[in-house]
């Protein structure tokens, strides 16, 4: 006899491991997959002869954040930034408003950035009250291993700056958090990143940001990506305009689910 079919939407226990479907995970009103969209942002950057992309994310009206070595060769006279994606009506210029870095002399990796366009949503930080390890975990960026088959980046690269790449998602869990430096932690995980992921988010799967991607290494345990945390973060960001809400609490994300019947 057909079973019942479960209900549309279900709870999940706190930090419960779930699958990974972004697309159905509510954050909100709005789906997870959503949620990153409209806060996540394409930098690229321009200066002594060198061209480089990378990913940033908005934490406040026209605010965004990226890592210091995504902007740094722009930087100097003559450089420039620009900053695009899907949730901009068109690509903004973007002046620097704050630096830390580069990491080999102050052991940070962080720039904000001022954009005029002031219609993206900012990104809530969680700041957990104990350690992330094991808990699901989402990146977004524009990493260079798909731009390189993304035909909108060849036309943006040509100079049609209508041109919008499209947003990469990957998945996977917090491996372990490490000192990184004197005044710097970091999350090793598992979500794959590439070049260009650099200044992107790392949120759990409540749409929260938990870290800035910064780097990968390579090595006998497969890649792992690392991001800055987000207390480090909003360190760096105090004293400046820039002014996220924060939250504490465990994540219990909202799971909407197909139509479904037993059998």
């Not at 305009?241 to 219990?252: E, I």
Request: glycine share 12%; proline share 8%.
């Amino acid at each position: 006899a057909p079973g019942v079919a479960p209900p549309d939407l279900a709870e999940a226990a706190p930090d419960a491991l779930l699958p990974s479907r972004p697309e159905r995970v509510l954050a909100g009103e709005e789906s997870l997959l959503d949620l990153v969209a409209a806060r996540t942002v394409m930098v690229l950057a321009a200066g002594a002869g060198e061209f480089s992309t990378g990913s940033g994310l908005s934490v406040g009206p026209g605010l965004i954040v990226t890592n210091y070595h995504v902007i740094a060769q722009a930087l100097g006279e003559g450089g420039q930034i620009l900053v695009t994606g899907a949730a901009l009506a068109e690509p903004q210029p973007a002046t620097v408003v704050k630096t830390d870095g580069p990491f080999r002399d102050t052991g940070g990796d962080f720039a904000l950035l001022q954009i005029a366009d002031d219609s993206l949503p900012a990104y809530t930080v969680h700041l957990p009250d104990g350690p992330l390890t094991l808990s699901n975990v989402v990146a977004a960026g524009y990493p260079g291993d798909v731009l390189e088959t993304d035909a909108a980046f060849s036309r943006l690269r040509e100079g049609d700056l209508s041109a919008v790449p499209g947003l990469t998602v990957t998945d996977g869990i917090v491996n372990t958090e490490q000192q990184l430096a004197p005044e710097t932690r970091v999350l090793m995980h598992s979500a794959a990143l590439s070049t260009g992921n650099s200044g992107g988010p790392l949120v759990d799967m409540c749409g929260r940001l938990v870290g800035v991607n910064a780097f990968i290494r390579q090595g006998e345990m497969q890649n792992r990506g690392f991001a800055l945390t987000s207390g480090d973060l909003m360190a760096f960001l105090a004293g400046t305009a820039a002014a996220p809400a924060t939250d504490s609490t465990p994540c219990a994300p909202v799971v909407a689910r197909p139509d479904l019947v037993r059998n």
